[in-house]
């Protein structure tokens, strides 16, 4: 089995079976960020699939790339950003909140013992859910690429192309922000 920077390397010279064998790879992982991103699978699935798209189209810049994990990620974030805006999702973003993610849901309770948990659970996942898409989008989507999807800052400051201290802040900004909207919504 080929290593991604030998999968990378063949792509960029026109492997096409080697393109295949790194949309395989990262095709879940990046649809797991696009969909946390953009709420809803449609939109998710167009993100997956024009960012392959775009990537294939400049396959000869891929031989400059050297985290090509990040470089994937960016040009998907970046896409999710633009259809976000193109759609004017920034204001009503899709409401896939009946459909929980599994992660999420043993983010927030590890086990579900009756029914009664169980619809506190929801409705708790609910409220985080509502509370993030109330971020600025710079801080919900550090928020999500770092303590949903497990990025590093130093991953997120190359996808953002900015500084660390920059993640660091955008990060702790909107946990703090987050737990103010929480506690609001509790009262």
Do not use: W
Not at 52 to 79: G, H, M, P
Not at 124 to 143: D, M
Request: net charge positive.
């Amino acid at each position: 089995m080929r290593t991604i920077e030998e999968l990378v390397s063949d792509v960029a010279k026109g492997d096409q079976t080697a393109f295949r064998d790194l949309v395989h790879r990262f095709q879940k992982k990046l649809y797991a960020v696009a969909y946390k991103i953009v709420g809803n699978h449609l939109d998710a699935d167009e993100v997956v699939q024009e960012t392959f798209v775009r990537i294939y189209k400049r396959r000869e810049d891929l031989a400059n790339v050297t985290y090509f994990s990040t470089f994937l990620t960016r040009v998907a974030t970046n896409y999710s950003i633009d259809l976000l805006r193109k759609r004017k999702y920034l204001q009503r973003m899709g409401d896939d909140s009946d459909t929980l993610t599994g992660e999420t849901q043993l983010f927030l309770a590890r086990k579900v013992e009756t029914p009664e948990k169980k619809f506190e659970n929801k409705a708790i996942l609910n409220s985080v859910n509502k509370a993030v898409k109330q971020l600025p989008e710079k801080q919900r989507l550090t928020l999500i690429l770092h303590d949903i999807e497990g990025y590093s800052k130093d991953e997120i400051a190359d996808i953002f192309e900015c500084p660390q201290a920059t993640v660091r802040s955008n990060l702790h900004i909107a946990r703090s922000k987050l737990r103010k909207i929480l506690r609001e919504k509790e009262r």
